[in-house]
Structures are given as structure tokens and as C-alpha cells.
């Protein structure tokens, strides 16, 4: 340093009264002592820019260490010293002293600066220091003491003082105690000025702090700008200012040593003494070691600003609070939640509790309003005068009246109401006949009866026949359960029934055979015969007989029959017999001594105690079959003959007499009666001529439900069975009659699946040849005449019809043409017709060739409908059932024609109701069937070419085409029928090879029997169609009203 | 004899909370098929089901308003001055049109060019849509039926001529509109009766006619009878309705037939449109060679 330029550091702690002493010194004209200027701190930390610093920080502090090496102290020392120069040749005076009171935390420097320098070190009682903290700057030191909190001020107390006495300690400081300083100012000033090697200067007391720069700065003791002197009042303040516990823990703070060291070991006893407590020695050294800590982390954390230190603690202290905190708010929202839940059931119950108030209170007030009526009324009645009462009870008689009135009609509506069908007893015997029980164990399980006791009496059997009763027994799908087995050796079947009749609770009685089936509907019909003629004791019906599959119609049981037929051997067949309880009962049973004939002997008593009434319809089934009791047929009228012995024997000689004579007469009636021309055209009886019939496949079953179509009743007679006589497939149907409607029904019905698939097979490649059966076939050459029309058909009139007209042409159009005329339609008009079951269009292609009409066609076969496409005509792909959403709506016709397809249709009812709806304002619907009152019929019986099963589920008559309109909502307008050769020629080959063998669509006929048909068709155009008896039929229906 | 020139059939429905029979009513008037039709739906604002279940139709209504109104006689009368047809009718919303019906009109105005309305006979059906019961009317006589209200409403259809010479309904009526409609066009219009059934009347428990009858209806039959200056006779009304329910019982018993229903009674009237039933089998072809 240059002479006349010196340094001198003013040290101390803060709160000593460094400021004092520096004003104090600033009044010497060579010594310029500006406030605090806090360079050495700021050298001492050159680098350790924030963490912020726009220039990486970490480089900034790396960078300058590595640049400075280990010149730093001197090079800072030396940056220091021209920076105090510079300062002090400004003032022009001679002497510079920094005075900063925190230089005790870079005393190295402070040091390097040695020897040249003067430092002069002020102390001050460290207990006045503390309570100059609190006064001036409210810092509990005691406080801070025993918290050891990591602050500057601690670190003033503690450090402050051990630094700086262990620097004056070693190094020539000139020390100052504050307490000499107050009391003898000058002579401490002038120790000082010597020490500075500077002249002796006066200074005065009073202080003129505002002319400094003092007043400016912010740094400092800014208690002195309001004291203008220098006084002693701050000396001992600690006195009065801490308490005894404050002032043990600051002289703890420090220890006895130091207070010895620094030169208030006096003062220090002094308190003490008055404390009465031992000043702790170690605890001095642990917080001095404390408190160096966080120096030195501080210090550490400023050289490495990459490292975040206890600033990342605290934040990672904080996070963790944070996080605690959010858990616990976590918690207290889970807690809330499941109040709020627990607040809205309890809300819902209250919602609810409320709504049945509501509800009750409704109710309550009904009932208070009931009540106040009904008690209005009661005055009312009590306070009535005579003229009141007549009122009322003409009022009464007037609603009394109407009411009858309204059953009455009510009555007149639904007939006089049914009595309940009675409870029908059936048994069944059976021995070792496990290969027909169950059929007829369904076929009776299969009625739809709801009061049915079925009783099996089984004699023992030795074959799986139990196993297949049981198995019966179990099956859920029957509507009917087997009510009682009886299984033990028994005298035979009539023994077998006795016994099971013995265990019957029913009222009314009959048995069937283990071989042999019910009809369909068979015990309802029975049922309700017997619930509506409750004098009827005993009744019998016409039988059926199955053989090889085939079913037939018996030779019709004569009306009457009594004990006169029965003693000339009349034989009544068993399983169409329903008797009461009661006849039962008072002939005393069957008896159970007959093997064979039980069962005549049974009628004849019965016939001799009440009427039998005859019942019309079948109702069971008889099978035929090799092995049966009743094939030996000549044991059994020996032991009929014995019966009848008994029986004659217990009757009296004048009845015998009577029935002699009934005898006669019926004899002559029934002479009469062959003469009578037979009437029933739709019987055709058993062929025994062809019997055995050849065996057959049966598609269904034995028995079922045929139903007409109109009413969903069973048809409840038989007419004959048949196998597909068109394409020769072996399963069997049966034909029905719907007996109200003279409908024929199919049965059992082909699924649409198999029809599909049948027609597909046949479509494409039908057979071409006529197919006649092996060995006997039913039916064949079936000829039912009159003498005059075999004669008629003899005339050779086809040889002047041929000049007349063409038979053989398709004359559908013409025959549909004389329909509509007929029903009143301008046939001139261009008409929309829809031909619904077009085929391949070959009436389309007449209409367009011949009329004005605009025709389309609906056709389910997709190969037919393709053929029309390409013929062009407008064709719709489906069955006329869907045709409502295959046709576009707002097309609609003048004339639908169903031609020759009703008849192939499961359900006909709903098919019209649905073409109805595509009408036209005015329409017509013409429907052409086979006709069942065809003449043809009786000629050639079941061999009529338009049977046809399973094609044809329906053959209507007139009366059932009409009902069948009617049940569509239409009105049938005209009725015609017509015939043609083809279906002529068809019959008679039919006819020729009989229900066994099959006749395709496609033959072409030889001349004989296209003479014939030519023959025929000529009578029937002249005779038959005009009455109704053509062999199809054409009904035209309107939906409108009659005027 | 396709007439292309089919007259426009205006039909209004008023609805009021009907919910449970107002699809059936729509869809019976729909699914007639008739090119022509003119259909006003007018809904008195209902609260209850209706509006969702006509939804899927509702574009098929020429006029379509929700909107609260003054009760049935003011809907109808509302939508009869929206009506273009030239012929004109109105179905209650628990009533039913039969299949074929609009068709059948069409053609008999066609038919008979001097009739101004036509009417039918009236089948009942319950709320589970059964046939209950038939009313068979005589053949038309002013004489009578001025007096007496017995014409089924359901079933009227009228030129629009006659609706021009005598007004709307008039809105005043709650109950018996249709009697006063009917008497005023019985005035001059020429009337018949067709023997045939036309449309479906509902009794139900909620109806008008079952639950009003005694209270205003018999107020407003005898308001109408005063206006118009009609002398009644006692009893003779009655018997005339006891002759026409016997008529019907008997209609019933003996299984009589006439076009638009199918004979009998206790069938559901759903049946008679044909619904397809899957298990029976469809029509089949023609197998003529």
C-alpha cells in the first residue's frame, strides 16, 4: 500500500456500538469512515451468484474458482485495497475505515490485510448486546437460543463473539470496551488515534449525524440519529430489560470462559451470583458447535448453488406437509361422502315415509267421505216420508227391471249356459302289449279333456310293456296323466276291465283296448254329449279301422240298436262305447267268467236296462292286427252264443215275446231300407275286397287334432286314407270332414319345410309315367254310378263335342271372365289384377294376349317366378300371407285371383283377410279350389284326382268356400263350377291303379281314357257344373254390403 | 274400372290421454291402405303415454298438433276446418276403423253420387279388444233417429257438401256433439244406412260415453232435443234401443254373417286384419300341368 494511504477495520459484533465509535472517529479530519460498506463479505463470496443467475450459476462460481486458484486471498485482498484507495482519494483524506460490524464471518481476509492494516476490535457486554437486540430490532435472543434457530442474530451472539476474541487473541487488534468508551470518550479516542499512528484530535460528544452521509443509509444504528450525544444509558440495560431465566440461558449461550476472555468475567459471576445457579460449561461448546453448523452448511450452500440444499429440504419438508395434508383432507371428504350417502337414504325413507302418508291420509279421507255419505243417506232413509219410500222403490224397480232386461239378452247372446262336462272314467287292459300301448297310450293322453281318470290294468306283463307306461307316465308334454296303475295276474281282460271299473271314480264309463287309439277331440265330444242329455245312458259311434297304417271308416252302425240286433247278432264294436256309472251299476258289472265275448255280453244287459242313442263321427280307432283276441272270431260267437243263453235265461217270457215281435219289424224295415237310395256320398267303407292293403309309412302319427279352418274344432270324421298319389311318396295321411262346414282337412299337415322341399324335388324333373302298385291296393276301381250315368257315359258324344269346343285348352281365363261378369265387374275396363300363386305365368299370358287388364303375379317358387320375369310380366317373389309387406303400399287391384292355391294353404281365413287389405275401392277377390261336392267325388271316391295329399290340406264345398268368406269379413258375390278333361282323365287313371300307386302331373293320357274324360267332361258341362257339381269350384267375394 | 280419381277421405281423431288404445286407433286407420287419405291428428296436449306411442306415425299425418285445447268438440271441430276432403268423418282415439273400411267408402260415394252420409252397424269391443256385443240398426228413417241418438258416430263418413251447408260441430258440446252434428245434417242431407260394419266403438271404463252418460250426456240430449224443437215420446226410446240390442243378441246367437266382421262374438278383433301366423304354412303355388 502506498504511504499516506491507510486501512483499518472497525470489528465487533452488532449492537456494540460500532456506529458510535465510527462517527466518532469521522470527526478526525484524515479519517474517512463511511457506513458499513460490507466489502469483504461480498469479495469473500465473489462467484456465489443465485441460483437464478441468468449464466449458469455452477459455471459462474467453478469458472472464477478455477480462475483465481489459490491467488483468491491475495487477489481479493488486492481488488479490496484499490477499491478503498479509490473511495479514499476522492474524500482526499488519509485514513480509511471499514467498519462492518459482520465481518466476522470472513476474517481470513480481514487478516491478509495484516500487517500493513490497523484493526481495532469494539466489545460490548454480550448481555446489553442481546437486550439492545430486542430493544432495537425485537429479536428474542433467548429464544433463538434455546430453539437454536438457524439465524444471522444466533450466529452474531455465538459466533460473533468466539471469532472475533480468538482473532484478537492472535493477531495485534486494538480492543475497545464500549463501557471505557461512553464514560471517558477522548482518552479512548485518542488510544485509537494512536493506534491509527494519526494525531490526537478532540472529539466532541455532541453528534452531528445529520450532516452526514450517516442519515442517508439505510446500514447502521439508526437509534443514534435520535440520540444526539454520546451517553451511558445503554450500559447494563440488561438488568432491567431480561428476566433471571433469560439471562441463565445467555450466559449459558456463551459460558464463563468466554465472559472471562472478552473481560466481563465480573459482571458475569456478578449475575450469577444473583442467579444462584452454576454457569453450564458444556453447553456453550455444544451450541458454538451447533451454530458453526449452520454456518458452515449456509456457507456450503452459497459456494454450491447447483445444490439446492435446505432450501430443497424445506421444500421436501413441505411436499411432505402438503401431501399429509391432502391425505387427511382425502379422509375427511371419504368421511363426507359417506355422510352425505347415509343423508340421502335416510332422505329416500323420508320421501317414501311421506308418500304413504299421502296415500293413507288419501285413503282416510275416502273413507271419512264414504262415511259422511253413507251417513247422509241413513238420515236420508230415516227422515223418508211415504211418498219418499214409493219413489225409491219405484226408482229400485225400474233398475231392477233393466238389469234383468240386460241378462236376459245377455242370456239370449251366449245361449244357455254349459253344464259342466262330467268326469269320464277310461280303462285300459292290457297283457304283453308293448308294441301298440303307446300310441294308445298317447292318443289318449293327447285329448284335450280336463276331467279324465285313465286306469291301465296291466295282467302281469312279461314284455317292457310296464317300462313303456312308465315311460309314458313321465312325459311332461301331455296334457293328461295316467291316474292309476293296477299291475297283478289277473282271469283275463274282462276281469282286467271289472277291476279297473271297480277302482273308477268317474261318471262316466268306457275302456279301450290295448291296441287301439282315440280320435282326436274324441272324449270332449263324448263329455259334452253326456253334460247336455243327462238321460242318455249309453251311446255308440261309427268305427274306424287301421290296418298297415290305413285308416277306414267300419260299416256305419244303424241308428237304434237294441237287444233285438244285439240277440240276432249284431256285433257293436267296443272302443266307440261311453256308458254312465249308474247302467253300469244296476246291470251289476261285466262279467269276469267270458274271455272273448265280455263285451257283448256287457251291451246286452245294458241294452236291455236303457236306450242306446247313436253318436255320428268317429271317435276311436280299431287296429286290426295278426294275433288279436277278436281274429279268432268263431270261439267268440260260441261264447256269445252261451251269454246270450245266460242273459235269455234271466229275462221273462213276455219280454222275449216282445222283442220276437220287434224282431219281425225290423226286419221288414231294414228289406225297406235297402231299397232307399244311399244319401251319405262321402262314405267310403271298408274295401275288404283289397284288404290287406300294402303296408305304409305313417309321417306324424296314428292320431292327432285335424281342425277346420274356420273355427280351429276338430273334424271329427274320418273319410279315408291316402298316400301322395301324385309323386308315389310312402307316407300316409288321413282325411278328415269338418262336419259343420263340409270342409275336407289333411292330417297330419306338412311343415312348410318339407312342402318346400317336396316342391323343389318335383319342380324340375316330375315323373312322367303312371306308377302302379304291388299286389292290392285300396279303392281301386271304385265305382259309385248311377245306372243312367254309366249309360249316359257310354254315348260317344265326343265326337260331336270336339266340333263344339276344345276340352283339352287351359281355360282358366274364360271360366274367371264369366266370374267377374257374373259378380257384376266391367271385364271391358283395364282392371289391375294380381294372380296370387301365378306359377309360370301362363294366365298372364292369356290376360295380356286377350283383355285390357294391367295383371301382375305373387309366387313363392323362385324358379317359376324367374320363368315370368323373363316373359315380362310383374311378379312379386313370396307367399300371398306376406304379400302385405312384399306389395308396395298404395298398389292395389280391382280383382285378386287365388287361383287353385287356397286349398295348399295352412291357415286360408288369415291369407284372405290379409288380400282383402290390397283391394281396391270396390274389388273383388276370386278364389278357384277343387270342389268337395264334385260329382266326381261319389263317382270315384277316394281316388278323385284332387285329393291330393300333402298337397292339399283343405278341399272346401260350396257351404265351407262361403263360410270361409264369411270369416274373412267378405261377401261371397258368385259361385260357379267347371270341370275339365284333364283332371277327368286324371281320376279315371287314379281309379284305375287305386290309392297304391301314383299318377304324375305330366302324363300324357292314352285314348282310352282321354275318350272317357272327353265323355265325361261333356255331362258335366251340361249337367254337373250347373249344379254346383263341377270338379273345381270359382267363388267370387266382394267386401261390401248387400244394397 | 280403376278409378283414378279417388275422392280425398278426411279423417280427424281428437286424443286426450287415451294412450292405451290410441295405436290401435291410428294404426287400424293406417293400415288401411287407402291411397287418398287425409288423416289430422289433434292432441289435446295429453299427459300420459300417447304422444310416445304415435310417434313412429307421425309422419304420416297430414296435420299434427299437441297443444292444450278446449276438450274433444273443439279439437274435432278444429280439424274439420283444416280438412281439404271431399269426404269428411271422425274417429275417437279408443275406437277402431275395420280393414277395408275407407275402400268400402270411397266406392259407395262413387256408387251412389245422391247420398250425403252413410253409417253402419257398430261392433263394441272391451279394452282387451274383444268383440262384446253388435248394435244392427234398421234402415235409415229420419223420423226415428232424429229423435233418438242411436247413430254410431264411429261409423259416419259424410260429403263435404253437407258439412258446408251445415257448419262444424258446434263447441259447446262436450258429450253428445255428434247428435246435434247429426240432426243439423239430417235437415237436408239424404242419409243411409249400409248393411255392413264400418268401424269398432270401445267401451272401457275411462270413456266418455260410459263414465258422462247420465250427468251431461242426458243434459245435452235434452238441450238438443229442446233446440231443434223435437218432441219425444215416452218410453218409445227406449224400446226402440231395447229393439236394436235384441236385434243384435240375436245377430249373435244364431251366427248371422255380415261384410267387414266375421260371424260370432268373443273373438279379438286384432284377427281380422290377418295377422301372419308363422307356423302354418304359406300359399302355394298353382300345380295345373
Redesign the interface.
Known amino acids: 500500500m502506498k504511504p499516506g494511504f491507510s486501512i483499518a477495520f472497525l470489528l465487533g459484533v452488532p449492537r456494540s456500538g460500532t456506529t458510535l465509535l465510527s462517527l466518532l472517529l469521522n470527526q478526525h479530519p484524515s479519517i474517512y469512515c463511511p457506513p458499513e460498506p460490507w466489502l469483504l463479505l461480498g469479495m469473500d463470496a465473489l462467484g456465489q451468484v443465485p441460483l437464478k443467475h441468468a449464466a449458469d450459476p455452477p459455471l459462474v462460481a467453478v469458472a472464477i474458482a478455477e480462475f483465481l486458484a489459490d491467488r483468491r486471498v491475495r487477489a481479493l485482498n488486492a481488488a479490496a485495497g484499490s477499491i478503498y484507495r479509490q473511495i479514499l482519494e476522492a474524500t482526499g483524506k488519509s485514513v480509511f475505515v471499514d467498519k462492518t460490524p459482520r465481518y466476522y464471518h470472513s476474517l481470513d481476509l480481514v487478516r491478509s490485510f495484516l500487517p500493513e492494516s490497523k484493526v481495532i476490535l469494539l466489545l460490548r457486554n454480550p448481555l446489553d448486546v442481546a437486550a439492545s437486540y430486542g430493544q432495537s430490532w425485537n429479536v428474542n435472543l433467548p429464544e433463538l437460543i434455546t430453539r437454536r434457530t438457524d439465524s444471522p442474530f444466533l450466529f452474531d451472539y455465538v459466533l460473533g463473539f468466539n471469532r472475533l476474541i480468538a482473532f484478537a487473541e492472535h493477531n495485534p487488534v486494538l480492543m475497545i470496551h464500549y463501557e471505557d468508551l461512553v464514560a471517558s470518550t477522548d482518552a479512548e479516542m485518542n488510544r485509537i488515534f494512536a493506534h491509527l499512528g494519526l494525531s490526537g484530535h478532540t472529539v466532541s460528544t455532541e453528534i452531528a449525524i445529520n450532516s452526514t452521509e450517516y442519515a442517508k443509509t439505510s446500514f447502521g444504528d439508526r437509534k443514534i440519529l435520535t440520540d444526539r450525544t454520546v451517553h451511558q444509558q445503554s450500559v447494563n440495560a440488561y438488568k432491567t430489560y431480561f428476566s433471571r431465566q433469560e439471562l441463565d440461558i445467555l450466559l449459558g449461550a456463551l459460558g464463563e470462559n468466554l465472559f472471562e476472555r472478552l473481560g466481563y468475567g465480573p459482571c458475569c459471576a456478578e449475575v450469577a451470583g444473583e442467579l444462584n445457579t452454576p454457569v453450564p460449561s458444556n453447553e456453550c461448546v455444544e451450541l458454538l458447535a451447533v451454530v458453526e453448523d449452520y454456518a458452515a452448511q449456509r456457507k456450503a450452500a452459497c459456494e454450491k448453488p447447483d445444490s439446492l440444499g435446505d432450501l430443497q429440504e424445506q421444500l421436501k419438508q413441505l411436499t411432505q406437509h402438503i401431501d399429509g395434508l391432502q391425505d387427511r383432507n382425502k379422509a375427511l371428504e371419504n368421511q363426507a361422502d359417506q355422510v352425505q350417502a347415509g343423508n340421502d337414504l335416510l332422505n329416500e325413507q323420508l320421501a317414501q315415509a311421506l308418500e304413504r302418508n299421502t296415500a293413507l291420509d288419501e285413503q282416510l279421507h275416502q273413507a271419512q267421505a264414504r262415511n259422511k255419505q253413507l251417513g247422509e243417506q241413513i238420515r236420508a232413509l230415516q227422515h223418508m216420508g211415504f211418498r219418499d219410500r214409493l219413489r225409491a222403490d219405484w226408482r229400485y224397480t225400474k233398475m231392477f227391471v233393466k238389469h234383468r232386461?240386460y241378462v236376459a239378452?245377455?242370456r239370449?247372446?251366449?245361449?244357455p249356459r254349459k253344464p259342466p262336462l262330467p268326469k269320464i272314467t277310461l280303462v285300459t287292459p292290457v297283457f304283453n302289449g308293448g308294441e301298440y300301448i303307446e300310441s294308445t297310450l298317447r292318443s289318449v293322453l293327447f285329448q284335450d279333456y280336463p276331467d279324465l281318470e285313465y286306469i291301465i290294468v296291466d295282467g302281469a306283463s312279461a314284455d317292457h310293456t310296464l317300462e313303456i307306461i312308465e315311460r309314458v307316465r313321465k312325459d311332461e308334454t301331455l296334457p293328461n296323466t295316467i291316474s292309476r296303475i293296477i299291475s297283478e295276474p289277473d282271469e283275463g281282460m274282462y276281469d282286467a276291465v271289472a277291476k279297473g271299473f271297480s277302482a273308477a271314480t268317474g261318471e262316466v264309463f268306457g275302456y279301450l283296448n290295448a291296441d287301439d287309439l282315440l280320435e282326436a277331440a274324441a272324449l270332449k265330444r263324448v263329455g259334452e254329449y253326456f253334460a247336455a242329455h243327462p238321460k242318455v245312458s249309453v251311446i255308440y259311434h261309427d268305427d274306424t279301422v287301421l290296418v298297415n297304417a290305413w285308416k277306414y271308416p267300419n260299416v256305419r252302425q244303424p241308428k237304434g240298436i237294441g237287444t233285438v240286433d244285439l240277440l240276432n247278432q249284431h256285433i257293436l264294436f267296443q272302443d266307440g262305447v261311453f256308458f254312465r256309472r249308474q247302467a253300469y251299476e244296476a246291470i251289476g258289472g261285466i262279467r269276469r267268467d267270458l274271455r272273448l265275448a265280455g263285451d257283448y255280453d256287457l251291451w246286452l244287459r245294458l241294452s236291455a236296462h236303457c236306450k242306446l242313442v247313436r253318436r255320428p263321427g268317429h271317435v276311436s280307432c280299431f287296429r286290426i292286427r295278426p294275433g288279436q283276441l277278436s281274429a279268432n272270431m268263431g270261439a267268440y260267437y260260441q261264447e256269445a252264443a252261451t251269454a246270450r243263453r245266460d242273459f235269455l235265461r234271466t229275462v221273462s217270457p213276455l219280454r222275449k215275446l216282445m222283442w220276437d215281435r220287434n224282431f219281425l219289424i225290423r226286419l221288414v224295415r231294414n228289406f225297406l231300407k235297402r231299397l232307399r237310395v244311399e244319401n251319405d256320398r262321402l262314405l267310403f267303407p271298408i274295401d275288404f275286397g283289397n284288404l290287406p292293403p300294402p303296408s305304409r309309412l305313417l309321417a306324424g302319427s296314428e292320431f292327432g287334432n285335424p281342425s277346420s279352418p274356420i273355427?280351429g274344432k276338430p273334424a271329427e270324421r274320418l273319410l279315408f286314407s291316402v298316400p301322395d298319389t301324385r309323386f308315389g311318396e310312402p307316407e300316409i295321411h288321413h282325411i278328415y270332414l269338418d262336419t259343420r262346414h263340409n270342409i275336407a282337412v289333411t292330417h297330419p299337415?306338412?311343415?312348410?319345410e318339407r312342402?318346400d322341399l317336396l316342391?323343389r324335388k318335383h319342380y324340375s324333373s316330375p315323373p312322367t309315367t303312371i306308377q302302379e302298385p304291388q299286389g292290392s291296393s285300396p279303392y281301386r276301381l271304385v265305382n259309385h254310378k248311377r245306372f243312367w250315368e254309366k249309360a249316359l257315359l257310354r254315348l260317344p258324344v265326343e265326337r260331336v263335342c270336339r266340333f263344339l269346343y276344345d276340352g283339352w285348352n287351359?281355360q282358366?281365363l274364360a271360366e274367371l271372365k264369366l266370374v267377374l261378369k257374373a259378380a257384376k265387374?266391367?271385364i271391358e275396363?283395364?282392371?289391375?289384377c294380381l294372380d296370387?300363386?301365378?306359377?309360370e305365368g301362363?294366365l298372364l299370358d292369356r290376360i295380356r294376349d286377350a283383355t285390357p287388364w294391367i295383371a301382375s303375379g305373387l309366387?313363392?317358387?323362385e324358379h317359376?317366378v324367374e320363368r315370368c320375369r323373363e316373359k315380362g310380366h310383374p311378379v312379386w317373389s313370396g307367399?300371398?300371407?306376406?304379400a302385405l309387406e312384399i306389395i308396395p303400399?298404395?298398389t292395389?287391384f280391382?280383382v285378386i285371383f287365388?287361383?287353385?292355391?287356397?286349398e295348399?294353404?295352412?291357415?286360408p281365413?288369415?291369407?284372405?283377410?290379409?288380400l282383402?287389405?290390397?283391394?281396391?275401392?270396390?274389388?273383388v277377390l276370386v278364389v278357384s279350389t277343387p270342389n268337395l261336392d264334385s260329382r266326381e267325388i261319389d263317382w270315384f271316391g277316394p281316388t278323385w284326382a284332387h285329393w291330393h295329399p300333402p298337397?292339399h290340406?283343405h278341399i272346401f264345398s260350396r257351404k265351407g268356400l262361403c263360410a270361409l268368406a264369411?270369416?274373412?269379413?267378405?261377401?261371397p258375390v258368385c259361385f260357379r263350377t267347371f270341370s275339365h278333361c284333364?283332371w277327368s282323365s286324371m281320376s279315371l287313371a287314379q281309379n284305375w291303379v287305386g290309392l297304391g300307386g301314383s299318377v304324375s302331373?305330366?302324363v300324357h293320357f292314352d285314348g282310352g281314357i282321354a275318350i272317357r274324360a272327353e265323355r265325361s267332361n261333356f255331362w258335366h258341362r251340361l249337367i254337373w257344373n250347373r249344379l254346383g257339381k263341377g270338379d273345381y269350384s270359382f267363388l267370387a267375394m266382394?267386401?261390401?254390403?248387400?244394397? | 274400372m280403376t278409378k283414378l280419381e279417388l275422392p280425398v277421405i278426411s279423417l280427424v281423431t281428437p286424443s286426450f290421454n287415451q294412450g292405451k288404445f290410441v295405436e290401435a286407433t291410428v294404426r287400424s286407420v293406417l293400415e288401411q291402405r287407402y291411397p287418398k287419405l287425409e288423416y289430422l291428428f289433434m292432441d289435446g296436449g295429453s299427459t300420459d303415454a300417447t304422444l310416445n306411442r304415435i310417434a313412429p306415425y307421425q309422419a304420416r299425418f297430414a296435420c299434427f298438433k299437441s297443444a292444450a285445447d278446449q276438450g274433444q268438440s273443439a279439437a274435432i271441430a278444429e280439424g274439420f276446418s283444416l280438412a281439404t276432403g271431399e269426404i269428411l268423418a271422425y274417429l275417437n282415439s279408443d275406437d277402431l276403423l275395420l280393414p277395408g273400411t275407407l275402400n268400402f267408402v270411397a266406392d259407395f260415394f262413387e256408387r251412389h253420387p245422391r247420398v250425403d252420409l252413410i253409417y253402419g252397424h257398430r261392433c263394441v269391443i272391451d279394452a282387451e279388444n274383444r268383440v262384446i256385443g253388435h248394435w244392427i240398426l234398421p234402415p235409415h228413417c229420419n223420423f226415428m233417429m232424429r229423435r233418438w241418438d242411436l247413430i254410431p258416430q264411429e261409423t259416419c263418413f259424410w260429403r263435404r257438401r253437407l258439412f258446408e251447408a251445415h257448419g262444424n260441430i258446434d263447441k259447446s258440446f262436450r258429450f253428445a256433439m255428434d247428435y246435434d252434428l247429426l240432426v243439423r245434417y239430417m235437415k237436408t242431407g239424404r242419409f243411409k244406412r249400409v248393411n255392413r260394419f264400418l268401424a269398432a266403438f270401445r267401451v272401457h271404463e275411462h270413456a266418455k260415453s260410459s263414465t258422462q252418460l247420465a250427468t251431461t250426456g242426458e243434459q245435452e240430449i235434452a238441450r238438443i232435443q229442446s233446440k231443434y224443437r223435437i218432441r219425444d215420446f215416452p218410453f218409445a226410446g227406449k224400446l226402440f234401443s231395447l229393439a236394436v240390442q235384441l236385434r243384435a243378441a240375436l245377430f249373435a246367437r244364431w251366427n248371422e254373417c255380415l261384410p267387414g266382421l266375421p260371424p260370432g262374438i268373443h273373438y279379438p278383433i286384432d284377427e281380422i286384419w290377418g295377422k301372419p301366423d308363422s307356423d302354418r304354412a304359406g300359399v302355394r303355388s298353382s300345380d295345373s300341368a
Open positions: 232386461l239378452l245377455w239370449l247372446a251366449n245361449g273355427d299337415p306338412v311343415g312348410v312342402l316342391y287351359d282358366t265387374v266391367d275396363a283395364p282392371l289391375s296370387a300363386g301365378c306359377f301362363a309366387e313363392p317358387n317359376a307367399h300371398a300371407e306376406s303400399e298404395h292395389r280391382d287365388l287361383s287353385q292355391s287356397i295348399h294353404v295352412g291357415d281365413v288369415n291369407v284372405l283377410r290379409r282383402r287389405l290390397l283391394l281396391a275401392a270396390g274389388g298337397y290340406r264369411r270369416k274373412a269379413g267378405f261377401r284333364y302331373h305330366a266382394r267386401d261390401d254390403s248387400d244394397d
